[in-house]
Structures are given as structure tokens and as C-alpha cells.
């Protein structure tokens, strides 16, 4: 047989077995996509972050999903896993300005907000935090609290108003609805619910609204 004929059946064939296992490959990565489904579930109601301080951040939604005129309970909170005390920071990781607290609670160190979009902790920061429309409530100045003191299993922590001690529960709640969006109706939609604190932990769901 000529040689020129002979490399070219072998480059065929080489061709052919290289293509071959190229389909098989593709196959099985198909298949174990659908067997496998690694995709992380981000429509959660209720999702938790420890932190490095001894305490673990939970957010929690009542519904992932909902009608344009329902309304989104959005609440978070710090549960100590220890006790401990830890000094007052400033490191949030959102423009703390549009998470809702509590009123009336300066320094207070957890907030919860919502972006519209989907949103994950891959691509949070190309998000942008709505702004609610809440009452305004008149305040007394009050210097916030240096430190706070934790305990276990509980979101109580003793804190210190200048001189006078007392404690506070650590839970920030809102509500996504057409009145605190200041809309008739919510924009048909993914969103993603944000509690985050002053240590720069936080935690996201999403939630759907048709």
C-alpha cells in the first residue's frame, strides 16, 4: 500500500477515535448535570453565615415567592455562639444608609435591605439597594455603643448607652411592599433580600415576585 495512503488512513482514524471520546465526554458531563444538580438553590427562606466573632447572622423571608401586590417580610438577626465581647465596627458591607433598622437605636449593628435583580454572593456589589419609604420619627441623640456582650444561643447582648447599661435584642426587620417601595405595584421580578451587620458579614435570599 502506497505511504502516503497508509498516514492518511491512520490520521483518519486517529481523527475519528479523538472525536469519538470528545462525544462520550460531553455525554457523561450531560448526564451528570441532570443526575448532579450542582447548582446552588438561592430561594431560600431562611439562610445563615457564621461569623468570626462569636456570633452566626441568619436572614429569614416569609415567602420566596409572591403576587406584585403582597407584601415581603424581610427580618435578620444576630444569635451569639458564645459569649463574648466585641468592640463597635464600622465595616458594613452595603451602603448602611439604606438598610432599615430600628428606629431610634443609634449604632445599632444589623440591618436588612433589598435589591432589585438577582443577586448573589458572586456578584453583590454590582447591585444597588433600594431605598424604603419608612415614617419619620423624631430621636433623641444618643452616643452609640462601644462594644457589645454576647451570649450563647441568644440574640440578647448587653450593651452600654454612655453610662447606663441595657440590653438589646438584635433583630432588624422590613417589609417589601407597594407602600415602603413607594409604588403602586412591586415590578414584576427576581429580588434579592440582603441582612448584613457592621462587621462586614452578611447574608442573601432571593424571592420572586409575578
Not at 2 to 12: C, G, L, N
Not at 93 to 105: G, M, N, T, Y
Request: proline share 7%; net charge negative; hydrophobic share 45%.
Amino acid at each position: 500500500m502506497d505511504p502516503d495512503e497508509v498516514a492518511y488512513r491512520r490520521s483518519v482514524r486517529n481523527t475519528v477515535i479523538v472525536l469519538g471520546v470528545v462525544v462520550v465526554v460531553l455525554a457523561a458531563s450531560i448526564a451528570l448535570t441532570f443526575v448532579f444538580d450542582v447548582t446552588p438553590n438561592t430561594f431560600q427562606t431562611k439562610t445563615s453565615v457564621a461569623s468570626t466573632y462569636p456570633f452566626t447572622l441568619t436572614l429569614e423571608v416569609n415567602t420566596t415567592s409572591a403576587t406584585a401586590s403582597q407584601r415581603v417580610e424581610i427580618t435578620a438577626w444576630l444569635n451569639g455562639t458564645s459569649t463574648g465581647n466585641v468592640t463597635a465596627s464600622s465595616n458594613w458591607a452595603f451602603d448602611q444608609s439604606k438598610l432599615v433598622r430600628p428606629v431610634c437605636s443609634s449604632g445599632f449593628p444589623v440591618g436588612v435591605g433589598v435589591m432589585q435583580g438577582h443577586y448573589t454572593t458572586d456578584n453583590y456589589s454590582l447591585g444597588t439597594l433600594v431605598s424604603f419609604v419608612l415614617p419619620q420619627i423624631p430621636c433623641a441623640l444618643e452616643p452609640p455603643p462601644a462594644w457589645f456582650y454576647f451570649s450563647s444561643a441568644t440574640p440578647k447582648v448587653l450593651v452600654a448607652l454612655g453610662a447606663t447599661p441595657e440590653f438589646w435584642i438584635l433583630r432588624a426587620n422590613a417589609t417589601v411592599s407597594p407602600t415602603t417601595m413607594g409604588v403602586s405595584t412591586l415590578q414584576p421580578g427576581v429580588y434579592t433580600a440582603i441582612g448584613a451587620d457592621e462587621w462586614g458579614d452578611f447574608v442573601m435570599t432571593n424571592f420572586r415576585v409575578s
